[in-house]
């Protein structure tokens, strides 16, 4: 795709997001995805390739959760994969200091080659399980905000996110449409690890007909220290 079109798009989507562009922002996601598509050739980071969708469903999608972020704040992208939301974040919001967390160090590769070419600063990279990542004391309820998108049902994932998360800090799980009966199984894991629902909102992407859900848990309650459990349990024996 020429930039021309690709930042027509851009503009064109984010609008209906309350997102503005300027132009070196827009240079910024046009070298991020054509990184992307190369390196998805070497390494399977998204099924996602061709250039519209990428807009939509990684670009745009990533940036729906721009307008819960307060200024100046810290962010973890936990199993942030190609680097969804963090890095569209970090291009638009150069006020957030972010750390992107992934088990795969092909990925992590990936991360830094386009943190790299593309300037980025208060961003960095950390290869861990998010199990491991929770109990470290370096980052164990260390941020204001901690995400992730499409990476467990919401029991598992509140036990991967709340432990991160600093007291009175948010958790912003990324959603697909059908979550009425997650929510109801992770109310009793919430409560555990320290949270509380603060909200749900559910919308559509721009133009499309594809249903997405932001779920805000908001941290009151210090987690209790043998949380997360070791890796693997969580998904094996998820809190109920």
């Known amino acids: 795709m020429e930039i021309r079109k690709f930042k027509e798009l851009m503009n064109t989507y984010s609008k209906k997001i309350d997102i503005l562009f300027n132009d070196e922002q827009l240079e910024k996601f046009y070298k991020y995805m054509n990184l992307l598509i190369e390196w998805n050739e070497k390494i399977n980071l998204t099924a996602i390739t061709k250039p519209e969708e990428i807009i939509i469903k990684h670009f745009i999608d990533s940036l729906t959760i721009n307008k819960y972020l307060d200024e100046n704040k810290t962010l973890a992208d936990i199993g ?141 309650l210090t987690t209790p220290n043998n949380y997360p459990r070791k890796a693997g349990i969580p998904v094996k024996e998820p809190l109920r």
């Not at 409560?191 to 919308?203: R, V």
Request: charged share 30%.
């Open 80 to 220: 942030t994969g190609a680097g969804f939301p963090g890095i569209p974040l970090k291009i638009y919001r150069a006020d957030l200091k972010i750390t992107l967390v992934d088990s795969l160090n092909k990925r992590i590769n990936f991360l830094n080659e386009v943190i790299k070419e593309l300037n980025l600063e208060k961003i960095n990279t950390v290869h861990s399980r998010v199990e491991d990542f929770g109990k470290n004391k370096q980052y164990r309820e260390n941020f204001e905000y901690v995400t992730a998108r499409a990476v467990a049902n919401l029991s598992v994932l509140s036990e991967y996110l709340i432990p991160i998360a600093k007291i009175n800090g948010k958790c912003i799980c990324m959603k697909g449409s059908e979550i009425q009966d997650e929510i109801n199984n992770s109310k009793c894991a919430i409560k555990i690890l320290g949270g509380e629902i603060e909200k749900i909102d559910k919308f559509n992407l721009p133009n499309t007909d594809i249903v997405r859900n932001i779920i805000l848990i908001h941290k009151k």
